[in-house]
């Protein structure tokens, strides 16, 4: 699972609702690879009003992953800005571990890069 | 504007004038026609567009069109289409001495060679001195008999200046496909519902029931990026069923060079879906399911969840935390899943983003009124596929405005996809 996608994830077990605790996951024995991908500079300025910037800094930080803190003026034309966020978000994938609330500690397993985010019977 | 004849595939003919629009506004070329002369059992439609270079663009990605071609005359005989061509002598000079070839085409007969070299002939008024090229000609010369039930022809002459991507059908054909399975959509629709959702390069394209990954293979091949979800995580990984083995999605990636592109799968349910709040994505490609092949179904249980069954413990673990838990399931009927699928629409698309989705109907019940609304969905497309006592419908939306706190419109009878699998399986006979 790339980061990009981790980004958009929030925990959403019945009665857990506390914005600043379902979101982001916190990842649990994450064992990452770096898989090469073209860059896509088109998609890359167009996500990134669409990201969650101060998750994906906390995210960043925890698994060790250059970011920088501010987003740039002119996104578009800073190449240095766009290659690490690339890097970040669609060249990082957690292959397995898992992905922890907060919030109520649900914990969602990350198997072969697919996370499972079925909730249990009581959580629905 | 300049006339150009579309020349449509025929078949799947609900759907031949909604990808021409939707190629329309993703490419931006204006196309004008007049929709009275749109004859579904014809492959030809007049159409004005400003030059051949934005009719060539306009065509590059249709699955139903397979060529553009610049107007020179038409009739019901050769002496009319003569005519037609003579009145502009200038442009013939244009191609004087290019190297060319004519393909003589017919529609709704067969014509022998010798006809053909006879067709080609009464052209040599044109007094082309340039080579004969079968391949790589400069200029290609079109001229097509079309017979209807009337038995007339009419006759369509032209110079070929774009083609559609109906090569791009054989290289998705799902037989070709490291994975699949038995609800795998074919690969004219999956390439037709990208052109649909104008999926391109910079958009971030979304498929709640991606089953083995169909749409989002074919919508990274229009430079899409994409992610998708299903409640059965045994489709997306490739552990049950068709090519067990092969590593499910993921085999398809390489092959069709779309790795970069195709970001994610995970496993929920669409309905309790883990998405952060606010608007994500570009467009919704999808295929829900109607509980035919593949039973609908969300999390839950018949009858009301038991908590206590997750909870209690067994050998000292919790049931929920035991790696063999599997968490139930309830049925998840047509009507609702549909309704489902519009609000998450509504909700997760971007202002000007759109929903492509397959809605089955009951063939001889249908209405229009049938398919589901939404305040900030409007329609734009609904092409019927239609299979004897029942239809399905690709139904295009784009949401025209930001959800604030609209309800969604009650609908005020059954449609007639409610119930769906049961009266599939009771072959459509009367409601109960």
Known sequence: ?124 | MPKFIVYFAQLHEDFRLPELDALSKLENVRVEYDPRSYIRSSPFLVVEISSSEQAAKLVRRAILIRSIIEYWGSGRTYSDVYSEVKHEQERWALYKTSSFKFTVDAFGKSLTQEEKVRVINGFSFLEFTGPIRMRNAQAEFFVCEEYDETREPKIWFGRVVGTGSRDLIDRFDVKKRKYLGNTTMDAELSLLMANQAQAQNGMFVYDPFVGTGSFLLTCAHFGACTVGSDIDGRQIRGTAGFKRGVDGIRANLAQYNVESRVIDTAVFDASRNPWRPGPLFDAIVTDPPYGVRAGAKRQGRVGGTKSELSLRLVDGTPNHARPDYYPPTEPYEMSFVIRDLLHLAAEKLVVGGRLVYWLPTVAGEYTPHDVPEHPVLQLVANSEQPFGSWSRRLITMEKIKPLDSHEAVVPERDPAHKNFRDRYFNKFGPVA
């Open chain 1, 1 to 124: 699972m790339r980061l990009i996608t981790h980004n958009m994830l929030k925990c959403h077990v019945r009665n857990c609702d506390n914005p600043d605790k379902q979101f982001p996951l916190r990842f649990k024995g994450a064992e990452l690879e770096q898989v090469e991908a073209e860059r896509n500079d088109e998609f890359l300025v167009r996500m990134i009003p669409r990201l969650d910037w101060r998750a994906l800094l906390v995210t960043a930080k925890e698994l060790g992953i250059e970011l920088p803190e501010n987003i740039p003026e002119d996104p578009e034309n800073d190449d240095a800005f766009l290659q690490a966020l690339h890097t970040a978000i669609l060249e990082t994938h957690v292959k397995e571990g898992s992905m922890v609330c907060n919030g109520c500690n649900h914990e969602y397993k990350i198997t072969k890069g697919i996370p499972n985010m079925l909730l249990a019977e009581h959580e629905i």
